[in-house]
């Protein structure tokens, strides 16, 4: 009998992908011999970490539609065509048994496609809010699971749902003690270290927001500064201070491990790993964005600070507070990581591997 074949799709920034690797590894170990495929996007951050699992990783035209006006409403419906005929190229190519994501525009022509050609897809929604994305795929999908327990069903009655724990790369894993991770880093384990995570495409606003404020946190605090991807405009040369664009798995654990608390942008990946390893974290939700109810949903286990109106003050702020606060700090690790269910990713890949019974 051939190998059973699952085909990933996901990209463009790590919030869907680093959950979907997760599944990943925990399926190699539940059903030894499957094989994988993966779609993600040209110029996302995922094609590395996807090689570096040794799946076929294959790059799909982007058609997306922008929340604002713009040219790219004109350009739609062309991309869009384009993407589609891409994945049905692919599929005819890989001939997956089944289709997962979590989310994200990358699956919508994949989907499509995959549900003309009768091929099974799931998807799993990480956001509190449901996406756009998801929402269009809902009904093609023999299973949609989502991270939080809605008190009835968000996609209808009629698609099957399945409250499941959040898949998380870092979930249950052996991980380093903060003077280990804090001197593998370059940094001093007797001080504390906030770490700034701009996000895999780079949160502009907030990189701003702490550079204006720099020396004045600097004076309080070593910073780890990752930039994101292709957003690193200058270089600082600060005591304390260091910045990066990007950082593989390995560092980002020591990273979190090493940090006193994380400032972070509020997608569902980023929510997941500080929920697992229970750090404390002050979170910035894009605006208009499914982040914001992220952050209301998890209230009680973060610090939610508005991008609007005086931001880089108000971080300086919560920052500054947070750093003069051990007991604070262990409350909200402690509350987020009861908030947000995670796991390894082993109840996702069962339920999804049961579908190619």
Known sequence: MAAKKILFCGGGTLGPVTPLLAVLRRMRELQPGIEFAWIGTPQGPEA???????????????????????????????????????????LAQEKPDLVVSAGGYTQVPVFRAAFKLRIPCATHQLDYTPLLSNTAVAKMCKLVTTSFDYPKPVFGQKVKSLHVATPCRFAGVPVPERAQAAQTLGYNPDKPLVLVV????????????????LDELLGRTQ???????????????????????FFDETKMLNAYQAATFVVSRGGFG??????????????????????????????????????????????????????DDASRRQNLGKSLHELLNTDDGTELAQAWLNLLV
């Open 223 to 245: 910073i780890l500064h990752l930039t994101g991807k292709g957003k690193m405009s200058e270089t600082l040369a600060r005591d304390n201070y260091r910045a990066f664009e």
């Open 48 to 90: 590395p970490l996807i090689q570096a699992e040794g799946v076929p990783f294959h790059a799909l035209s982007v058609a997306k539609v922008t929340r604002r006006p713009g040219l790219n409403w004109l350009t739609f419906p062309f991309d869009y065509l384009k993407a589609a005929h891409e994945a049905e190229k692919i």
């Open 270 to 323: 980023a929510l997941s790993e500080l929920s697992a390893l229970s750090k404390a974290a002050i979170i910035i939700p894009i605006l208009d964005s499914p982040q914001e109810q992220n952050a209301k949903a998890l209230e009680q286990g973060i610090v939610e600070v508005s991008q609007s109106g005086h931001f880089a003050t108000k971080l300086k702020t919560e920052i500054l507070s947070l750093l």
């Open 198 to 213: 701009g996000g895999g495409t780079g949160a502009l606003a907030l990189n701003q927001a702490l550079l204006e404020n």
